[in-house]
């Protein structure tokens, strides 16, 4: 009847994955968070149901996950908070919605959409997305919820273990960790009595972009932003046509990476830009752009769907978590190049 | 030598600019800051200086002229606040750097400026923000600077008598009034007790484009937002892509209107996408950008320039304050169609 063909991909970040630092234990878990998220979309695509839904089930099953940057996993501000961004599109409607530094939400996701639904605008952030938080009666968590969780404290110890042993042969108070195209500063504290609250957390994004029956694309992305950030910053994930971008005419994006070039680049919007005015297939926009990336330093990668059903998932970073079900390509989860 | 020639445009805001309601002392009030704001700029560009100075230049006088909204005009908030909104960006060094929800700056232009000479960062949002400008020193303002100003009664005072009027045809206790594309509610209370502080003060945004001798591009766009606004709404002007962006390859571009369907065009980017990967010139580019505007119901306009010297500035609104100065236009400024 319809050449539409239903399509799912999601990111949980991109950036330095090292194999050498990555446990067989713990690439197990990072598969098994991302099926989860996978299975989750596909079911409600499998189901007809719509690409909004099902890129809001995935995402909302990586904020669950406290191995990804979003929602649990977020990482720490400062002050030893969490303030977490997300966005999502409507390709059908040409519709979006965002939220920026919003804290103690479970899922911001779900605010990002309710943003979309029930206000004229797109981008709330700051208090006034919190106020808005608490009128939309969303799911809140505790403080405790975005850190406590007995796999999560293994894998920062084994980094912490890492980085202090490197500090060990420096004369450098510090320590400058490169993770996702980010340095960041490493306390040289001994492990024992090392604040593991605002460095060296999980980094990155986590993102879903969806076809479904009816040819309605849709995209989300969400993270816990930067490692303690300062001054306020506002990376690439709200911003709809940075890090998010969906129009039926053309693709879905989500992108993962060192924001400030993807908003340099407006990256999601221009995989779309390079298909409706070059007429370059979904594959060569999303490949062109991330050259593009590449090119003025941008580290990271993006995930995009079409209508016909056609998938991307570059990336110009070590690895980037990935996972994608179409009707003609199954189940793929990819970690590496 | 070159071809690249010297160009300038600037803006006042776009919106429902009625003649019925413009008194002749008004309209050359605001051609007089338009001119101001021009010739600031163009001199720099004249004695050989970077469009960067240029467009900064400009802005800050338009953010000095209390009819525009932005700096000293900026327009409150719920709280009786001035929250403001600016952004710059560099097209031959590809970098930018925005601010949003900054207080008592006195031209938040200069602090977008900072963000991108000083920091890593491209947005930064709030109380990090106001941090980071007190960090850098920036002039500050204190409240009164942006409230008082006899001129500046004299147009509120106008426009309180028009709306109070309609109100007293009305059983609504509530008007709505539309400027800049935005429904306003407008109190009835009398005109002689009337609180003159959250709804009705000047509506827009200001911004600048420019081309100098090198052929550089860079773009500069600034705001008081939304009166009244909630929930930490932020628009496209602090959204490089959306109401700012600046390409030498292409085009510098400053937008104003309706913020939200310019963040879902990715409008300013826009422009460039069209001129990069169709081919278009700048006219085409930006009248068929602002076309795309008007069909998904965005109502303003944007200026544009390139580094031939060519300049656009269409709007698909009743009117846009703006003005422009090339060796081959010579000097506009303009108000309606």
């Known amino acids: 009847m319809?050449?539409?063909?239903?399509?799912?991909?999601?990111?949980?970040?991109?950036?330095t994955i090292l194999k050498s630092r990555m446990t067989a234990e713990l690439e197990s878990e990072y598969r098994s968070g991302l099926k989860t998220a996978l299975e989750a979309g596909w079911k409600i695509l499998l189901n007809g149901?719509?690409?909004?839904?099902?890129?809001?089930?995935?995402?909302?099953?990586?904020?669950?996950?406290?191995?990804?940057?979003?929602?649990?996993?977020?990482?720490f501000t400062h002050d030893g908070k969490n303030e977490m961004d997300a966005s999502m599109m409507d390709g059908a409607?040409?519709?979006?919605?965002?939220?920026?530094?919003?804290?103690?939400?479970?899922?911001?996701?779900?605010?990002?959409?309710?943003?979309?639904?029930?206000?004229?605008?797109i981008l709330l952030a700051g208090d006034g997305a919190n106020e808005f938080a608490?009128?939309?009666?969303?799911?809140?968590?505790?403080?405790?919820?975005?850190?406590?969780?007995?796999?999560?404290?293994?894998?920062?110890?084994?980094?912490?273990?890492?980085?202090?042993?490197?500090?060990h042969a420096t004369d450098e108070p510090q320590l400058i960790e490169e993770i996702a195209g980010f340095k960041f500063q490493v306390s040289n504290e001994k492990p024992e009595t090392l604040n593991l609250k605002p460095e060296i957390k999980n980094l990155g994004t986590v993102g879903a972009v969806a076809s479904d029956w009816r040819g309605n694309l849709a995209a989300a992305t969400s993270t816990g932003g930067m490692t303690n950030k300062k001054f306020g910053r506002i990376g690439d994930t709200p911003i709809v046509g940075a890090g998010t971008y969906a129009d039926n005419r053309t693709c879905a994006v989500s992108c993962t990476g060192h924001g400030e070039f993807f908003m340099l680049a407006a990256a999601a919007y221009d995989v779309a830009a390079r298909m409706k005015y070059?007429?370059?297939?979904?594959?060569?926009?999303?490949?062109?752009?991330v050259d593009y990336?590449?090119?003025?330093?941008?580290?990271?990668?993006?995930?995009?769907?079409?209508?016909?059903?056609?998938?991307?998932?570059?990336?110009?970073?070590?690895?980037?978590?990935?996972?994608?079900?179409?009707a003609d390509g199954g189940m793929k989860i990819e970690i590496y190049r």
Chains 1, 2 share one sequence.
């Open 93 to 121: 409607a040409h519709k979006a919605g965002a939220v920026a530094f919003v804290r103690n939400v479970k899922n911001p996701i779900r605010l990002a959409r309710l943003v979309m639904e029930r206000t004229e605008h």
């Open 2 to 15: 319809s050449e539409n063909k239903i399509a799912l991909a999601i990111h949980g970040g991109a950036g």
């Open 293 to 326: 990336l590449r090119d003025i330093g941008g580290e990271g990668g993006l995930i995009a769907v079409d209508a016909s059903g056609n998938i991307a998932a570059p990336f110009n970073s070590e690895g980037m978590y990935r996972a994608s079900a179409s």
């Open 49 to 75: 149901g719509t690409s909004l839904d099902a890129v809001e089930a995935a995402v909302v099953e990586l904020e669950n996950c406290a191995l990804f940057n979003a929602g649990k996993g977020a990482v």
């Open 134 to 167: 608490r009128e939309m009666n969303v799911e809140s968590a505790a403080d405790e919820y975005f850190f406590t969780d007995f796999r999560y404290q293994q894998l920062l110890e084994a980094r912490t273990r890492g980085t202090v042993q490197l500090d």
């Open 278 to 289: 070059k007429s370059s297939s979904l594959i060569e926009a999303a490949e062109a752009t």
